[in-house]
């Protein structure tokens, strides 16, 4: 039993394989900001203690696999994340207010799976899902037209 976390009281390995994506899965994760997105989310995660093994963001949803502590319930921590995370980006990216109206980025649901001991196969899985996106040709949504530009963001 190795790669223990602790709390004061208490010993665990809790991971969880998390996708989430933003409202409509508009593909916007890949423009400009996919880099920011990643910075906001390691900091986020960092405040609440949450150890980030491997991420992942697809054009149109992310991939994480996560050790949470039991002290947050997984409700309350994609509350959190999902939450600081857009008014993170729209304060950042005031133009995208535009596209996604009274500050939400990220749609309501998301993905979660305990691990246990698939951990290796789920961090390939979230390595290569880029590749994988790539083959199958996902669906594209319409993209709306920046307010300011006249032209698509990417």
Same mark, same amino acid.
Request: proline share 3%; with cysteine.
């Given at each position: 039993?190795?790669? @223990?976390? /602790? ?12 996708? %989430? ?9 890949? &423009?400009?900001?996919? @880099?920011?997105? &990643? ?29 949470i502590p ?9 509350g959190y994340? @999902? ?6 980006? %729209? ?6 207010? *535009?596209?996604? &109206?009274?500050?939400? %980025?990220?749609?309501?649901?998301? *993905?979660?799976?305990?691990? &246990? ?33 006249? /032209?698509?963001?990417?």
């Amino acid at each position: 039993m190795d790669n @223990k976390n /602790s709390l004061s009281h208490t010993k665990y390995r809790c991971h969880y394989h998390i996708v %989430f994506a933003p409202k409509y899965r508009r593909q916007v994760i890949y &423009g400009k900001i996919k @880099k920011d997105i &990643g910075v906001m989310l390691r900091k986020l995660c960092e405040w609440k203690g949450v150890e980030i093994i491997e991420a992942e963001a697809c054009p149109d949803h992310i991939h994480m696999l996560e050790t949470i502590p039991p002290k947050l319930s997984i409700a309350q921590f994609m509350g959190y994340i @999902k939450g600081k995370s857009s008014i993170m980006i %729209f304060d950042k990216y005031a133009n995208l207010k *535009y596209k996604y &109206g009274n500050r939400v %980025f990220w749609c309501r649901g998301y *993905y979660v799976d305990t691990v &246990g001991k698939n951990k290796t196969a789920i961090e390939e899985y979230i390595r290569n899902q880029i590749q994988e996106d790539l083959a199958y040709e996902q669906i594209t949504m319409k993209e709306y037209l920046d307010p300011f530009t006249g /032209s698509k963001e990417k």
